[in-house]
Each structure stands twice: as C-alpha cells, then as structure tokens.
C-alpha cells in the first residue's frame, strides 16, 4: 500500500476537521490503484487504530459537499460510494489527477537524478586528481582507454588494404618499410595506390619496378604512364639505367 500525501491538503478546508483529515490519508494510504477502498468504516478503524466514531465522521465531511475545494468535481467531494445499495465502499474522486501529478513528479527527480549523475560522469572523465585526465601523469592508463578501441579497428584496416596492396604489388622488397610509410596515407590514398598498381606494372622487369617504399613514398600511383606502351616503357627504364 502506498499513497502520497500533497503538502496542499493542509491548506485546504479538510484541515477545518481534523477527523476529516485524518481519515482521507488514511484512505489515500488504503486504497488500491484504482483509488477505491472497498472496506466498512471499522475494517479502516481496525487497520489504522483511530476510534470508529472519528472514521465515520471523518467520511460523513468527506463526503457531503464543499463549496470551498479546490477541484469542484462532485461538488467538492473527496469521495463517493461504491454503491448506493450499501453505506460503505469508497471511490476517491480525484485520485486520478493526484496520481498524475505524482508520477509527474516522480518523472522530474528522475530526470534531475539522471542529468546530475551524468554531469558526476562528464566530471570523471575531464578531472583525475585534479588534472585533465590527458595532463594526469598517474592516469595514462584514462588516455589509453579511450583510444584502444578506435586504434584497434584502424591498426585492422590498415593492415588489410596493406595485405591488399603487398598480394598486387610485383616487387616485394622491405615489407616493414612498406608497412610503416603505408600507416601514413589516408584510406583515399590507399585505395588509388590499390588501383593504380593493378594495371600499371604489368610486363614491367622487377628491376625496373621501384621498392614498395618509395613508391608509397612518392605517391608514385599519380605519374603518368609512358603512352607507347609497356614494352617502350621497359627499354627506356633500361636505358636510363645504364646511364
């Protein structure tokens, strides 16, 4: 059983009486979701221990008219019966909009409880004994943690479009070196150099191929093509070399 008792029931005409008082919290505290309280005047005397006689005359002023009440339905009456074939058996009359304003209520602590406990989060993750944690030299492990995840999936694409690059490249010389210059393009780069040495090498002499590092280095995938062909291309490479 639960019911929430609003500050404003104190300064309404109920406190006029106080046996009126006292009996509708104690309705509002028995009854059901609903808002009745299917109980006779002693069931509610014996489960709240307040004397019969106080009971019945508190439902008496609860539920004759009140010019005065601040919700007029009912004519300001706090409860009518369940029945009119028996005397007792209650329905609280507005118990429908208290009860809105209560889980009205209860939804704004939760949102003041949520936005606090994410402004504790935000405050956490900028301060660590009373440094920015990126200044905090006894919290490394902070700086660390937000990366891992973002350095984790970009370590795994760049060494996929290198395998890439490495299975299509004719000429496999310092791998390592290959590697580390590759890290340093942007995946735009990556992927004109994956294109570019699909076409661009083929029937070229290895020797005439430069290593895989000085290629990425160069940005080699943007020269141009000797237009007389590939075999042209390998006589002149030939002849440069001899020079």
């Known amino acids: 059983m639960y019911g929430k008792i ?4 104190y300064d309404s005409t109920l406190a006029d ?3 009126a008082l006292i009996t509708f919290q104690q ?7 609903d808002g009745t309280v299917d109980m006779t005047p002693h069931s509610i005397a014996r489960r709240t ?18 010019p005065y009440s601040r919700t007029p339905d ?8 369940l029945d009119d074939h028996r005397p007792w058996g209650w329905s609280i009359i507005n118990h429908a909009y208290y009860r809105a304003l209560k889980d009205a209520g209860t939804k704004r602590e939760n949102n003041r409880i949520r936005k606090q406990r994410q402004r504790e989060r935000e405050k956490a993750a900028g301060e660590c004994h009373g440094k920015s944690v990126t200044n905090c030299d006894r919290c490394d492990s902070h700086a660390k943690s937000r990366h891992t995840d973002t350095d984790t999936d ?29 890290k340093k393009l942007p995946l ?5 150099a994956i294109a570019d040495i699909k076409t661009r090498y083929q029937g070229v002499n290895k020797q005439f191929i430069p290593h895989p ?3 990425i280095n160069g940005e080699r995938w943007n020269d141009e093509i000797n237009e007389s062909g590939k075999e042209d291309s390998i006589f002149k490479q030939a002849e440069r070399g001899m020079k």
């Open 17 to 19: 009486d106080w046996r």
């Open 188 to 192: 735009s780069k990556q992927e004109l």
């Open 6 to 9: 609003f500050d404003s029931m």
């Open 213 to 215: 590092t000085t290629y």
């Open 154 to 182: 970009t370590d795994t694409n760049n060494s996929a479009s290198f395998d890439a690059f490495w299975d299509l490249y004719p000429r496999k010389v310092a791998k390592k070196k290959a590697q580390v210059a590759w």
């Open 74 to 81: 009912q004519e300001g009456r706090r409860i009518e019966r």
């Open 49 to 66: 221990g307040i004397p019969i006689e106080h009971i019945e005359a508190g439902l008496k002023i609860l539920e004759a008219p009140d």
């Open 27 to 33: 309705m509002i505290v028995l009854c059901d979701a």
